[in-house]
């Protein structure tokens, strides 16, 4: 098990972290989970899990808080987040992805987030990232789901929440639950979604209809997923 406790951070085909007690500011993403790029990543193949990351301050003023991917292609799984401050940044919490990576981010339980003063909330893109070389395989189709967020508090949010999934690969399984953001300004878009698909209770703003799905499957999973808690889950 490896404890960091310093400036960083980009953890990098990782088994079992642990970064706590903390605070990182920086111009780019403050914390980025990755573990490969196309073609490299995926022949590698080694994922980035078991994750635990609490009681930080992140702060990135053009980039993300917390980041996972674009480079993800030996997969990223197994990641606990709690008690995490978030501030001042473009974005708060960013999945990204691309066709061409393969790879999977999943299982992702993210809770007891304080957010203020970000542009975008929560975002997860399949249309991000640029290709090491042209070897990559357009085909590589990357696979996010199972990501839960919970008990979240956020002011002068602009966005709260942008999940954009790759048609050929929706994202699916995006679990919300007990989230509360005031935006500013108070008419901007709080939500924009396609190819997703999730459950959702007690958010406001109100989520997209794709992520109040009331199928059974989606919201058992998703009820499952939020009462373990979260320390159940992670490994460490
Ligand atoms: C609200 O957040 C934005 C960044 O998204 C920042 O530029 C602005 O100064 C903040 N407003 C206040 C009143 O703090
Ligand atoms: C909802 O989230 C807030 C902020 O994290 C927390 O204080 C509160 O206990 C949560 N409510 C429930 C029912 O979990
Ligand atoms: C999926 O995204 C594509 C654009 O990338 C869009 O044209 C299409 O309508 C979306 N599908 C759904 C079901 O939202
Ligand atoms: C629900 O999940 C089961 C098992 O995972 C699957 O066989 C079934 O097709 C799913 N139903 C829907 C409506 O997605």
């Known amino acids: 098990m490896v404890f960091i406790s310093l400036l960083i951070l980009i953890n990098n085909s ?10 990182i500011a920086m111009g780019h993403d403050a914390i980025a ?9 995926i022949a590698y193949g080694r994922p980035t899990t078991n994750v635990h990351i609490r009681r930080v301050n992140l702060q990135s003023s053009s980039g993300s808080s917390l980041a996972f991917g674009s480079e993800m ?3 990223i799984s197994n990641v606990c987040v709690e008690q995490v401050h978030l501030y001042n ?11 061409g990576r393969g790879g999977y981010i999943q299982e992702i339980i993210i809770s007891d987030v304080a957010m203020e003063n970000i542009h975008t909330a ?8 640029s290709h090491p070389d ?3 395989d357009p085909n590589a189709l990357p696979v996010l789901d199972h990501i839960t967020l919970q008990n979240v508090i956020g002011t002068n949010i602009t966005i709260a929440g942008s999940f954009t999934g790759i048609q050929e690969s929706p994202f699916t399984s995006i679990c919300l639950s007990n989230i509360s953001l005031s935006t500013t300004p108070p008419a901007s878009i709080s939500w924009v979604c396609s190819n997703v698909s999730g459950f959702s209770q007690w958010v406001f703003p109100e989520p997209c209809p ?7 499957n989606s919201s058992s ?7 373990s808690s979260p320390t159940q889950t992670a490994v460490l």
Do not use: P, V
């Not at 990782?14 to 605070?23: F, L, Q, R, V, Y």
């Not at 940044?89 to 066709?99: A, H, V």
């Open 14 to 23: 990782s088994d079992s972290t642990c970064i706590e007690d903390c605070s």
């Open 33 to 41: 989970l990755k573990s490969g790029w196309d073609e490299y990543g």
């Open 73 to 75: 292609s030996g997969g």
């Open 89 to 99: 940044s473009f974005s708060g919490i960013e999945f990204r992805t691309t066709k």
């Open 122 to 129: 929560f975002s997860a893109t399949g249309q991000i990232g």
């Open 134 to 136: 042209d070897h990559f």
């Open 210 to 216: 794709s992520l109040e799905s009331s199928l059974l």
């Open 221 to 227: 999973t998703c009820l499952s997923r939020l009462n």
